[in-house]
Each structure stands twice: as C-alpha cells, then as structure tokens.
C-alpha cells in the first residue's frame, strides 16, 4: 500500500517514516543518558539545558515521522512516498516543492520549540529537586 504524495503535505511513505521514527527514538535516549550522566557525574545543573541538541533530533525525527513529512526531502526537492523507501523522485512543480519548504519550516519550530521547552522542564525539574 503506497500513499501518495500531497505538496505540503506527505512526502515520505512506511519505510521513511520508520527511519524517523527510530531517528527519534534514539534521539531521546541520548538525551536521558546525557541527563542521567550529568546528575551522576554531579555536573552544574545548566549542562541539563544541553538535551536540547539530542531532543532536537528526537522531536524532528518523531514530527517527520507523525506527520509523514520529511524536511530533508523538502529541502533537496524530492520525495519518497512508497512503501519499501526506495523510489525517490523530484518535485516537479515549483509550486509544490514551496509548499513543502513551508511544512519543513513549521516542522522545524514544532521541533525547536519542543525541544527547548522539554530542556527547560528537565532544568526546572533538576533544580527543584535541588540537583
């Protein structure tokens, strides 16, 4: 079952979203080893502000994923919207290929935003903790 790609809106099928989605997965476990490390090695609280970096490819990884969207493929052009990840073809339309620019960028601010605001609570949280 293939889906089909929709300017803007879906631009990556199965086997793309399952690379995101494990791009995410292993962005949060850096990011809980970073924190576990900084508690344990009693690092200055402030180093928790850091996550942001691996939470940034977590939640870019976990968006592109959810939303079936990559923001790499927007950027080159291209798309890949079948099931096996091995199809890639241009964006034609220069319509289409602004539209994807655009849904690359919101992707980009769910993701920065979410990761500065998840930062933010594990500071907040260490410090109330009295880490």
């Not at 919101?106 to 500065?116: P, T, W």
Request: glycine share 10%; hydrophobic share 50%.
């Amino acid at each position: 079952m293939s889906t089909e790609y929709q300017p803007g809106v879906c631009n990556i099928g199965r086997a793309e979203r399952r690379k995101r989605y494990a791009l995410g997965v292993v962005g949060f476990a850096v990011a809980v080893v970073f924190a576990a490390a900084v508690l344990a090695l009693s690092l200055p609280s402030a180093w928790l502000l850091a996550t942001a970096v691996p939470l940034l490819a977590a939640f870019e990884g976990y968006y592109q994923g959810r939303f079936a969207f990559c923001a790499g493929f927007a950027a080159r052009g291209i798309y890949d919207v079948s099931d096996d990840g091995a199809d890639r073809r241009q964006v034609a339309d220069e319509a289409a290929h602004r539209a994807d620019q655009r849904r690359a960028r919101r992707i980009h601010l769910y993701s920065v935003g979410s990761a500065v605001g998840l930062a933010l609570v594990v500071y907040v949280l260490a410090l109330a903790l009295g880490a």
